[in-house]
């Protein structure tokens, strides 16, 4: 099985809530932008919730790093 990403449309803000990514001090809540790597079982293996977008070169180090360490 190869490696896919899945995008999620919240347009409830259900998910995002949950996740604690809705930010509610604009006029319309709106999704920040939060990276979550959950694994095969479901559970969060990284999160980056900096609200800001990631660059490839620090999204790839950050994972190599995780991956590195299991």
């Given at each position: 099985m190869g490696t896919r990403n899945h995008f999620l449309s919240d347009p409830g803000l259900e998910v995002i809530t949950r996740y604690g990514a809705v930010r509610n001090d604009l006029a319309v809540p709106v999704a920040n932008r939060y990276y979550f790597l959950i694994d095969?079982?479901?559970?969060?293996?990284?999160?980056?919730?900096?609200?800001?977008?990631?660059?490839?070169?620090?999204l790839l180090m950050d994972l190599g790093e995780l991956v590195s360490r299991q």
């Open positions: 095969r079982e479901g559970k969060l293996a990284w999160k980056n919730v900096s609200g800001s977008l990631i660059p490839a070169d620090r």
